[in-house]
């Protein structure tokens, strides 16, 4: 093979027979393919394509019962076991909102999916895969002992695409909204003025949007009454904290498509190299350390007083992960959220780009 050309579909599948133990998207980056273009490679070989209508699998998932939910980026992976309930559909948002599975989902970024199956010895895996237009994994979800096959395979069926070929056309995607610009289009005074008027933490991406700053830039810019940096143990040390004392967190980890949601105590983190692993009954999440260039403690206003969250970012100044405290709409702040955030070791902070 030309060390220049991508992988044929066959020699796609040839990799993946002869190494079944390497996670398909570290396989993806070893081939020099996409994910999307490693799964697509096995359409008519366990893999089918379906069309990526997000309303309509939103839809037909609560039939299928309890099942694995899954979303990831390139630093962290958040699995959440339960049922697809409480769906809200719609064209540029849609949620699920129930009490394990909870998911912030952007369907314009939905540009391909697959259901796949894979055997595994005397077992059958199966699990439904979308991608964005650049073959990035948006959302997965597994099937597991407790979820109903025959509800999964009458969604496949109705999901199924008329194109059944073993490749993908990628697109180069928008520009991403965590991008940070070269030029600063906002001052200080610009930023603590909007920031000091907040009344909701949802209102803060509207606020960056119209300041033309990335979120990265605006949380070193504003101030320490505002944002504080941490020391890059800050994370493990708020697990261990929280576990310690059965404090209910929040746990956000997306991607352009998808945000997947975390509430509620959690068990000791087990670290392994650079990777923390919290393993609890229906909530998993693996955070690779070493991926973290900065962490901050942030402070928004809200109408019901101000709240504080623990944001970690990579080197691309993208945000890898965001904790909170739990609490409900209309609520303060937990106090011992509160202190554990702002005791945290707190280190000098980066200056804005």
Not at 29 to 52: D, T
Not at 163 to 185: F, G, R, T
Not at 217 to 242: H, P
């Amino acid at each position: 093979m030309n060390q220049r050309e991508k992988p044929s579909p066959h020699e796609i599948r040839r990799a993946q027979e002869d190494n079944p133990k390497i996670r398909e998207h570290e396989l993806a980056a070893r081939l020099g393919v996409s994910e999307a273009e490693l799964v697509a490679a096995h359409c008519g070989f366990g893999a089918v394509r379906v069309e990526p209508r997000v309303n309509d699998l939103l839809a037909g998932l609560g039939t299928v019962g309890e099942v694995v939910a899954l979303t990831r980026n390139e630093s962290a992976a958040h699995k959440k076991i339960g049922v697809y309930d409480k769906v809200v559909t719609g064209k540029k948002h849609a949620l699920v909102l129930g009490n394990d599975i909870d998911l912030r989902i952007f369907p314009k970024v939905w540009a391909c999916g697959f259901a796949v199956e894979k055997r595994q010895g005397k077992d059958i895996s199966r699990s439904l895969q979308f991608f964005d237009a650049d073959g990035k994994a948006i959302h997965k979800v597994q099937l597991g002992p407790a979820s109903n096959l025959h509800a999964y395979q009458k969604l496949v069926a109705e999901l199924e695409s008329s194109n059944q070929e073993p490749i993908v056309a990628l697109e180069a995607s928008a520009a991403d909204d965590d991008v940070e610009l070269p030029d600063q289009a906002a001052t200080v005074e610009d930023l603590r003025e909007c920031w000091s008027q907040l009344t909701d933490v949802h209102q803060f991406f509207g606020m960056l949007k119209a300041l033309k700053l990335s979120r990265c830039q605006a949380i070193r810019m504003v101030g320490e009454d505002y944002a504080w940096a941490l020391d890059k143990d800050a994370i493990g040390d708020m697990f261990e904290q929280a576990a310690e004392d059965e404090m209910p967190i929040m746990c956000f980890v997306g991607n352009r498509g998808c945000i997947q949601i975390h509430s509620g105590p959690i068990k000791p983190a087990k670290t392994i190299g650079p990777w923390i692993n919290v393993l609890d009954e229906t909530f998993h999440l693996h955070l690779g350390t070493h991926h973290i260039r900065e962490v901050w403690a942030v402070r928004k206003p809200t109408k019901d007083g101000h709240v504080t969250s623990l944001e970690a970012y990579g080197a691309d100044g993208k945000m890898i992960i965001q904790f909170f405290g739990k609490r409900h709409e209309g609520k303060g702040e937990r106090e011992d959220w509160r202190f554990l955030a702002e005791t945290l070791p707190r280190i000098s902070a980066p200056t804005a780009a």
